[in-house]
C-alpha cells in the first residue's frame, strides 16, 4: 500500500473545534477572566462594605431604639415621682398619718398603672403551686393538710415578670405536708429513694 492509499483509507480525524466556531485567542481569554475576576473582587468588597455599614447601622438604631424605651419609661413616671418628692418634703408634724398613708397609696397606685400599661406583673399570690421557674424557696413550713404540699404559703418578696420575661422571681415560704405520721407524699419519696 502506498502513502497515498494509506491517507485515503484513514478517515479524517474531526477537529476539537466545529467547523464556523471562532477561536478566542489564549491572550484574550486571559485578558477577559482578569477583568471578569476583577469585577467580581470589586462586587463582593461593595457587598462586603455594605454589610458592615449595615450592622453599624442596625447596631445605632438598636442603641438609639433602646435610649428612647428608657427615656418613655421615665416619662411615664414622673408624675408619680414628683407626687412622692412632694409627699417627702412636707411638715410630718402639720400633716397627720393618715393623710401620708393614702398619699403614698395613690402613689403607688399611679406607678403600677403605669407598669402594668408596660406589661408589668407582679408575682406575689400565695395558695398557688409552688413552681421553681418564677419562685425562689426561701423556707420552708409544715402544711396543714395534704392538699397544701408543695404550694406557696407566704410571699416574703414580690416577684416581677415582664411579658414573658421574669425580672425577679418571688422569694417565697413554701409549704411541705409530712403526713400524721411523718409520712405524708413528701416523706414517702423521701423514704424511698
Known sequence: MSKKD???ETPEQPSAVPEGAVVEPPTEAVARLESQAAELQDR???????????K????RERAETWGKAQADVVQRLVDALDDLARFAHIDPAATDAK??????????RKIWKELEALGVRRLDEAGVRFDPAVHEAVTVAPAQSADQDNTVGQ???AGYRLGAQLLRPARVLV?????????????????EA
Do not use: C, P, T
Request: aromatic share 8%.
Open 6 to 8: 494509506k491517507e485515503a
Open 155 to 157: 410571699v416574703l418578696q
Open 44 to 54: 463582593y468588597l461593595r457587598l462586603a462594605a455594605e454589610f458592615d455599614n449595615y
Open 175 to 191: 409549704l411541705k405536708w409530712s403526713g400524721e405520721a411523718g409520712m405524708g407524699e413528701g416523706g414517702r419519696g423521701m423514704a
Open 99 to 108: 393623710a401620708i398613708h393614702d398619699g403614698v397609696d395613690l402613689v403607688e
Open 56 to 59: 453599624k447601622r442596625m447596631s
